[in-house]
């Protein structure tokens, strides 16, 4: 069983930052990891990714101010928010393409970690 566990989520003024981890077990190996958002009343959307090999993307409303990375040892994945508006105010869900134990490949989510930025 997979699980994904998101922390660093919170409360910020806008132009604060916050760092969000997802730490990843009962998986051998992870493929690519990803972060979305879901704010009230919108559709889950994809904020940045990363391959095992170090790719990353972002979408459009996040370049030069979020950064994503991760550490494949620890199955970990960090995202780096700095300059943040009031419009990135969601719950951030960790997403993960990993393979058990088992052998099975599968996509997973953690539960999700509340960001709130105040104007």
């Known amino acids: 069983q997979v699980q994904l566990v998101e922390s660093g989520g919170g409360l910020v003024q806008a132009g604060g930052s916050l760092r969000l981890s997802c730490a990843a077990s009962?998986?051998?190996?992870?493929?690519?990891m990803g972060w979305y958002r879901q704010a009230p009343g919108k559709q889950r959307e994809l904020v940045a990714s990363i391959t095992n090999s170090g790719r990353t993307n972002y979408a459009d409303s996040v370049k030069g101010r979020f950064t994503i990375s991760r550490e494949n040892a620890k199955n970990t994945m960090y995202l780096q928010m700095d300059s943040l508006k009031p419009e990135d105010t969601a719950v951030y869900y960790c997403?993960?393409?990993?393979?058990?134990?088992?052998?099975?490949?599968?996509?997973?989510w953690g539960q999700g970690t509340q960001v709130t930025v105040s104007s």
């Open positions: 997403n993960a393409d990993g393979l058990t134990v088992l052998g099975l490949r599968n996509n997973y």
């Open positions: 009962g998986t051998v190996f992870i493929y690519a």
